[in-house]
C-alpha cells in the first residue's frame, strides 16, 4: 500500500498483463472482478481516461508557486508602511 489510506500501489507486471488481456479482448469488468481491481485504474492504465493523458502531457507543478522579485518588493515596502503607521499609532495613544 502507498501512504494514503485505501490505496493500493500494483505491480508494473500485474499492470502489463492486465493491458495485454485487454488488448486480447477480455473486458475491464470481467479484469476487475479477476484481480480485483477498480475499473478506473483499468481504464488508466490501459490509457482510457483522458485526464491521464492531459496529466502526463503536462505534470501539474509541486509546492507552493514561487513570487517573483517585484512582488518580493512591493510587498516588503507594504510592510514598511504598516508598520510605520503603526509607530505613530503607538505614538499618539501612548503606548511606546
Known sequence: ?????????YSKEL???VRAENRAGVSQMELGRKYG???YA?????EMRP???LRQA????KGRPRKNA???????????MENELLRNF????GKL
Do not use: A, D, Y
Open 1 to 9: 500500500m502507498s501512504g494514503k489510506k485505501g490505496m493500493h500501489h
Open 15 to 17: 499492470k502489463e498483463k
Open 37 to 39: 481491481i477498480s475499473g
Open 42 to 46: 483499468i481504464q488508466s492504465w490501459c
Open 51 to 53: 485526464e491521464v493523458e
Open 58 to 61: 503536462s505534470p501539474l507543478p
Open 70 to 80: 517585484e512582488t518580493m518588493e512591493q510587498e516588503i515596502n507594504r510592510l514598511r
Open 90 to 93: 503607538l505614538l499618539v495613544v
